[in-house]
Every structure is written in structure tokens, then in C-alpha cells.
């Protein structure tokens, strides 16, 4: 079953601008990921937040994380053309790192 | 090397035939996946192997049989699929698989693309 929806569904905006996408989820959690997918390619693993954690940044990411409202954010600040592509959270709360994908939100970055 | 391969690319079978996915990573990871995913949708998660044995199998149908021969290899054996089966097969592999706080990433291959005529 989806563990992780997100909002929102699809999102555009101009290079430079930053963009915010939230991932809520059901279950209680260990650990929560955030991966980019380019058209019908592989995802890419973007950050990792632990459930003891509240905020991680990376580059021009920042991920929080809520677990009392077990919601998370992924901020990509100065957007450019490249980031362009779809992005999931996923969930890791059973044993064997057994992940659970959001739905998504498409980001399109315009130049 | 922080890759993962996938072949082939693209694949086009009936469904009577009996094909093959191959995965391969050398990054001495322990633990290796099989997602599907619809077009615009997330991956779901079909298979896991964990030091080379079947741990997790997501109630998949039996016309998809996984086999992972050795650490750095993981197959996925087509065979009678249907239609609803046309899909992007990704494999993934990551260091472990470990209950805890610690969680590991997931590395993703490009994927195969499966078209079911």
C-alpha cells in the first residue's frame, strides 16, 4: 500500500525561483528519503533524514522532517532548468529497508 | 564504481514467451530490488534479496520469478505476462538491509523498459 503522498501533484516555476514539494505519510517511521527520477530513467538518491532528525541540508536541498505531524518537506533553492523531474519521498518502516514511494511531484523548471 | 546496469534497455515479447532482465552492481552491496513502475506513477516494490536469499516477495504473480546467482547479479524470468505487465522494471541495490534507525540508500539502474504484445 502507498505509505507517503505528496503535494503538490505538479508544480512550475522560472529558474532561480525555489521550489517546495511535502510528503505526508501514515506509519511511524525509521527513516524518510527523498529521490529524483528524470523521464523513464533510474531515480537518483537525493538526501536521507533520520527519524531523530529535523532538518538536513545538502547543496541546494533542505529537507525537514515533522514526526508529529509525520510530514516532510524538500526545498530546492535557485532552481535550474536541469532540476527538472519528478521527485519522490519514500519511507523506510519495515525491517529489510523496505521502502515506500510517495506519489510524486512533477517539477518543471522553466528557462 | 557507483553504478548499476540493467539490461536490456527495451524489451518487446509476446505472451507466450520467456525472457529475461539481468541486474549487475560491483559495489559489494548485500541487498538487491526489483520495482515496477507504471507511467506516471511511484515504483512498487516487488522483490528484495538480502545475502543472496529471497526475503521479501510483494504476493507477485508466479510469471515473474527472481534469481540472483551471486551478490553482484539479480535476474527477473518473464514468462506468460500479460498486457498489464508492459512497464519499467528497475532493479536497485543498496548496502544492507538492517531493521533500525540507520536505513541505507538505494541505488537505481536505468531501468528496462517492457512493452507485452
Known amino acids: 500500500s502507498q505509505q507517503g503522498e505528496e503535494d503538490p501533484q505538479a508544480l512550475s516555476i522560472q529558474e532561480g525561483e525555489n521550489a517546495t514539494m511535502n510528503c505526508s505519510y501514515k506509519?511511524?517511521?525509521?527513516?524518510l528519503q527523498w529521490y529524483r527520477q528524470n523521464s523513464g530513467r533510474g531515480l537518483v538518491h537525493l538526501i536521507l533524514?533520520?527519524?531523530?532528525?529535523r532538518e538536513k541540508h545538502s547543496g541546494r536541498l533542505r529537507v525537514t522532517l515533522d514526526t508529529s505531524k509525520k510530514s516532510s518537506s524538500l526545498l530546492i533553492t535557485a532552481s535550474r532548468a536541469a532540476d527538472t523531474a519528478s521527485y519522490f519521498c519514500?519511507?523506510?518502516?519495515?525491517?529489510?529497508?523496505?521502502?515506500?514511494f510517495g506519489a510524486g511531484t512533477i517539477l518543471r523548471v522553466k528557462s | 564504481d557507483t553504478e548499476v546496469t540493467q539490461t536490456p534497455k527495451h524489451l518487446v515479447m509476446g505472451m507466450t514467451n520467456k525472457k529475461s532482465l539481468k541486474c549487475e552492481q560491483h559495489?559489494?552491496?548485500?541487498?538487491m530490488y526489483w520495482y515496477k513502475q507504471k507511467a506516471k506513477k511511484p515504483p512498487e516494490l516487488m522483490f528484495v534479496?538480502?545475502?543472496?536469499?529471497?526475503?521479501i516477495n510483494e504476493s507477485v504473480p508466479s510469471r515473474f520469478s527472481p534469481e540472483c546467482p551471486n551478490s553482484s547479479l539479480l535476474n527477473l524470468h518473464l514468462h506468460a505476462l500479460q498486457p498489464e505487465d508492459s512497464a519499467l522494471y528497475l532493479c536497485?541495490?543498496?548496502?544492507?538491509?538492517?531493521?533500525?534507525?540507520?536505513?541505507?540508500?538505494?541505488?537505481f539502474g536505468p531501468g528496462t523498459r517492457l512493452t507485452v504484445t
Open positions: 536497485a541495490s543498496s548496502q544492507g538491509t538492517r531493521w533500525g534507525p540507520r536505513g541505507y540508500e538505494q541505488y
Open positions: 506509519t511511524s517511521i525509521n527513516n
Open positions: 533524514i533520520r527519524s531523530n532528525e
Open positions: 519514500a519511507t523506510d518502516a519495515d525491517y529489510g529497508n523496505k521502502l515506500v
Open positions: 559495489m559489494g552491496h548485500r541487498a
Open positions: 534479496y538480502s545475502y543472496e536469499k529471497l526475503s
